[in-house]
């Protein structure tokens, strides 16, 4: 584990929100890719660096609906990108590349949480395929890109990833799948894809984090029944925000914005935050709180899932042979 993995006192907190950690921060000249930036947490993240100066560009895969929601926002631009398809990830990183722009801000924030068993491309299980691969694949493609700029690419983990570190003896749920499970796996993934980025690209000035941004209401529990909320504590049975700790959009998106731009993490890299800081690392036992486990930082498990993510994606900006 990465020995700078303990909280900084950043004067910020879980109630902190954008407007809170990007004040006095000005973007102006920057450019920023936020993927799912048109809705939940990534639609306040557009609307927070947009604010702030940044140009944003919003790929999504449902392009028209992307459009409408950031309408009236300066300085935003919405291209398409479905991340469960590895071709359409490579077409968008042509479109992007041949712009000749530099990237200075990438937020993988886009994805999909206990979804039903889905199988994408050759039967890849659909959370690990959206919520990393497809991210894997647009960060190696963009990679000239975000060399140029010195970017800082932010992956949204989140505490699911206490479910479950790799299951490297069953990565696509061959053998039974269990919606909760693979969203953990398809999180330590992202955390894990955080590590070896920024091993990788520090060279170059490229630095890397995960996050996990609370919990919030939003879109992202589409595939999660009302009975299942309402079990877990979340909401009442009138639909009503029940857990304290609770989170509005702005709050939530404050950690992505935090990891994205603060001073604070200059030199620093490869590392788990949560509540706009970097986050303790945890030996609990128990599931859905705070702090990060092992298992999701670990610099040995992330060079190797880079190596398992090349192979299922063919691609890999860093290889010799690419």
């Not at 299980?125 to 890109?145: M, S």
Request: aromatic fraction near 6%; glycine fraction near 10%; charged fraction near 20%.
């Amino acid at each position: 584990m990465n020995t700078e993995q303990h909280k900084l006192g950043s004067g910020f907190g879980a109630r902190s929100t954008t407007d809170d950690v990007l004040r006095g921060i000005d973007l102006s000249g920057k450019l920023a890719i936020v993927t799912g930036g048109h809705s939940g947490l990534g639609l306040e993240t557009t609307r927070a660096l947009a604010g702030a100066g940044a140009r944003v560009v919003v790929p999504a895969r449902r392009r028209a609906a992307a459009q409408e929601a950031v309408d009236g926002i300066d300085g935003v631009e919405v291209d398409e990108l479905d991340l469960s398809d590895l071709a359409s990830v490579r077409s968008f990183a042509e479109r992007f590349l041949a712009s000749d722009r530099d990237v200075d801000l990438l937020i993988n924030n886009a994805g999909i949480m206990a979804a039903p068993e889905t199988r994408v491309g050759p039967g890849l299980e659909a959370q690990f395929a959206t919520n990393h691969l497809g991210h894997y694949a647009l960060v190696n493609r963009l990679w000239p890109a975000l060399a140029r700029g010195g970017a800082r690419v932010v992956s949204v983990s989140s505490n699911g990833h206490q479910l479950s570190g790799i299951r490297w003896d069953d990565v696509q749920f061959e053998r039974g799948y269990d919606k909760w499970q693979a969203y953990g796996q398809a999180k330590t993934a992202n955390a894990l894809f955080a590590v070896q980025l920024d091993a990788l690209g520090r060279d170059s000035g490229v630095r890397a984090f995960s996050l996990h941004p609370g919990v919030i209401l939003t879109a992202l529990g589409r595939h999660v029944p009302t009975e299942e909320m309402i079990a877990a504590g979340w909401i009442d049975e009138n639909g009503n925000p029940t857990d304290p700790s609770i989170k509005t959009p702005a709050q939530g998106a404050a950690t992505h914005v935090w990891a994205a731009t603060s001073p604070q993490l200059a030199g620093r890299g490869g590392l788990y935050c949560e509540d706009c800081d970097i986050a303790e690392p945890t030996t609990s036992d128990a599931v859905l709180t705070s702090g990060v486990r092992e298992w999701a930082t670990d610099p040995e498990e992330a060079a190797r899932l880079w190596a398992l993510s090349a192979e299922l994606t063919g691609v890999d900006a860093f290889s010799a042979t690419a």
